[in-house]
């Protein structure tokens, strides 16, 4: 049996985020049956294989069997993971400041019961459908921990945790449901073919953000006046490198819009593990590695949706077919054009990838405190002459992802830097203010 807080009400829920950053947070009073916690760095083995297990658990049960986009699926995936990392730090004794949660700890405790426990309880309840594939995973994971005391105390702090941060996450608005009515003429965006689809995840743009205090913080500058320079800039590089015919694009920037066109979450994620696998960082460390970032990513997103859905910007491909509507004798128009790459369901301003890839390698950067490192990204798009792309710097990888955007025809040069402004806005101030060391304590 665990201890919980008493029932709060839906103000109370919403802690005010001055107070998050200084300290502010969930309490449930520590039970310590030693002096000290003794805190364990580079430990390998289990300890590091429980957080990426769970992060490929919720990856599957995120996007694998409920087809979660991208803004949506992060959102639940930064809950699995902070949830994990309350937990986590906790049983070590807090050597980074704890998120939302302070559970009871009674020693001796399994941190790595602790983060399964966590991570099973926060998906069940996201997704309930999926009980018995979740807690067959469940099981298996806590198979592989030593019976005993440690166990049960760990479980405990671990289902302590996300109850704590299914709390905290309640009435944050990822599941409401927002009417979005697009807008008419020369510059708004429009469902575009071929599926013409309503817009992706509206709701977003208004979802509590896991870090920032708004999610118009950072709200991108408005998009180019169709009269500017910029404008006649961005239209013709975009028609004529990202057409499906008829385009200036070279064989390996074809390939490279192909490459980045897969699902994002989950080819970030598995990079993300395999930076961590190569790292082989202690428990405590991975979950800050993974709650960093997906958190910031999420953030990104919700600024990002912000963005796009106040400005409500037109697709290259709604702007090429039209260009003689939007008064600029510099955009001939196309009425047959169409991106190499199928254009999302969403407003163009700014550019998504933009702003999750630069939050990713922005935080990444911090959390190694260098942008120099050797790692590695597939995709799983089929029919790649390059599957897999090798990188020796996180910045190349952002650089990839802005390109190909354009390569792709989905986007415009300036929305895909102001995308990028706009991820490294968010990771910068998530990581400067959350998941810091303890006094006392060292950085990885």
């Keep these: 049996m665990y201890h919980t807080t008493a029932t709060r009400s839906n103000h109370d829920r919403r802690m005010d985020r001055r107070k998050r950053r200084t300290g502010g947070r969930f309490f449930f009073p520590r039970i310590l049956l030693a002096a000290s916690l003794v805190i364990s760095f580079g430990r390998g083995g289990q300890a590091q ?17 409920a087809m979660q986009p991208p803004p949506r699926g992060l959102i639940r995936l930064a809950m699995v993971h902070v949830a994990m990392y309350d937990a986590v730090n906790a049983v070590e004794g807090y050597p980074f400041t704890a998120y939302a949660v302070t559970p009871n700890v009674i020693l001796p405790a399994s941190a790595e019961a602790a983060a399964a426990a966590a991570a099973h309880d926060v998906l069940v309840a996201l997704f309930p459908h999926q009980q018995t594939d979740l807690d ?8 592989a921990i030593p019976d005993g005391t440690a166990k049960i105390n760990g479980i405990s702090v671990g289902q302590q945790a996300a109850a704590g941060i299914l709390v905290f996450r309640a009435d944050d608005g990822r599941d409401a449901v927002v009417l979005y009515a697009p807008g008419s003429g020369p510059g708004f965006w429009n469902p575009t073919p071929p599926g ?27 998009p180019p006046d169709l009269s500017s320079e910029r404008w006649v800039l961005d239209y013709n590089e975009t028609k004529n490198l990202g057409g499906a015919t008829g385009s200036t694009r070279t064989p390996e ?15 970030w994620n598995r990079a993300w593990r395999r930076i961590s696998a190569a790292r082989e960082m202690s428990l405590v460390d991975n979950a800050r590695f993974f709650a960093m970032l997906t958190t910031a990513s999420s953030d990104a997103l919700i600024a990002c949706w912000d963005s796009k859905f106040f400005y409500s910007f037109w697709r290259p491909v709604t702007a090429i077919r039209a260009g003689h509507t ?11 054009w169409i991106g190499l790459v199928t254009t999302p369901n969403h407003p163009e301003y700014p550019a998504a990838h933009g702003c999750f890839s630069s939050a990713s390698t922005e935080t990444l950067e911090f959390f190694f405190g260098t942008d120099s490192f050797n790692f590695m990204m597939d995709s799983a798009v089929a029919g790649l002459t390059h599957p897999v792309r090798n990188y020796t710097a996180f910045s190349q990888a952002l650089d990839d992802a802005l390109a190909a955007r354009i390569y792709g025809g989905m986007h415009y040069r300036n929305s895909c830097e102001k995308g990028a402004i706009i991820g490294r806005q ?15 304590a060292r950085s990885p």
């Design 49 to 65: 294989d429980i957080v990426l297990d769970w992060n490929a658990h919720a990856a599957n049960s995120i996007v694998g069997v």
């Design 136 to 143: 067959a995973k469940y099981a298996a994971s806590l198979a």
């Design 196 to 222: 013409f689809l309503p817009a992706q995840a509206p709701e977003v743009a208004h979802v509590r953000p896991f870090t920032l205090e708004i999610p118009s913080q950072f709200r991108a500058d408005p």
């Design 253 to 267: 920037q074809t390939d490279l819009a192909r490459f980045v066109s897969d699902q994002p979450m989950l080819q």
């Design 326 to 336: 939007d008064g600029n004798p510099e955009t001939e128009p196309d009425p047959t």
């Design 426 to 440: 968010v990771s910068r101030f998530a990581t400067r203010h959350f998941f810091r060391p303890s006094k006392g």
